[in-house]
């Protein structure tokens, strides 16, 4: 298993301003992904961020807007750019530790509100 | 997309089983069956995965049909911290391990 924390844990932002999250793995694991649940929904899979590439975004995600960092095996950043209020969601991260038969772990989720 | 059916929601009495449903009538053979769960304000918690067998282990049984269009998740004895929202997703391991989360069934456990 890995075990996995993300700050914040929640904030509140206004309109036009950034926010970094990061996620922090207590194990070293290759493969890392970057979710979004809108209020009431369910999740979304933002981008695939893995140690020693490019993150690859998903249909509808754009780089400039969702900037992701991957700079070691048990680190991650997203950046949340030019928020709106329909940027609202709570964002989590995920890992595939080596080991597992593709069982996926998440972390606690950030909890963003955008004023 | 690889879509799943199940129902809204669902209701069970506190240590009695839950039995979930979920429909996978377009399943590949190469696609396995994952559940997880989602308790409210947690991140989604793996449960259990299968492909053709029935598979057991210490939170849950899943039950897959012989044609495997359909499966049951099987929680033998419901407690109320079992209330979440229940994912039935299909993957292949070549799709990369991400998880295509669809509405799942919000399972009340009730006193």
């Known amino acids: 298993s890995a075990v996995i924390s993300q700050k914040p844990s929640r904030d509140i932002c206004q309109r036009g301003t950034s926010l970094t999250i990061q996620c922090q793995v207590d194990?070293?694991?290759?493969?890392m992904f970057w979710y979004r649940q809108q209020p009431g929904q369910s999740l979304t899979l933002i981008a695939t961020?893995?140690?020693?590439?490019?993150?690859?975004?998903e249909s509808g995600f754009v780089i400039d807007k969702f900037p992701i960092s991957r700079p070691n095996l048990t680190f991650s950043t997203l950046t949340v750019s030019n928020m709106s209020p329909e940027d609202s969601s709570i964002y989590l991260c995920?890992?595939?530790?080596?080991?597992?038969?593709?069982?996926?772990?998440f972390g606690p989720g950030t909890r963003l509100t955008v004023t | 997309d690889a879509k799943t059916t199940q129902p809204t929601s669902m209701d069970c009495a506190e240590g009695r089983a839950a039995n979930l449903p979920c429909n996978h009538s377009t399943i590949s053979g190469n696609e396995y069956v994952y559940w997880y769960r989602q308790i409210h304000s947690q991140g989604p918690q793996y449960i259990i995965h299968g492909l053709k067998n029935n598979e057991t282990n210490e939170m849950a049984s899943l039950i897959i049909t012989e044609d495997r269009k359909s499966s049951t998740l099987i929680l033998p004895h419901a407690t109320l911290r079992d209330t979440a929202v229940y994912y039935c997703?299909?993957?292949?391991?070549?799709?990369?391990?991400?998880?295509?989360f669809g509405k799942g069934t919000s399972l009340l456990v009730t006193p």
């Open positions: 995920s890992v595939v530790p080596g080991t597992t038969a593709g069982e996926q772990y």
């Open positions: 961020a893995n140690q020693g590439s490019e993150a690859t975004y």
């Open positions: 997703i299909r993957r292949t391991g070549a799709s990369g391990y991400a998880l295509n």
């Open positions: 194990s070293q694991v290759t493969m």
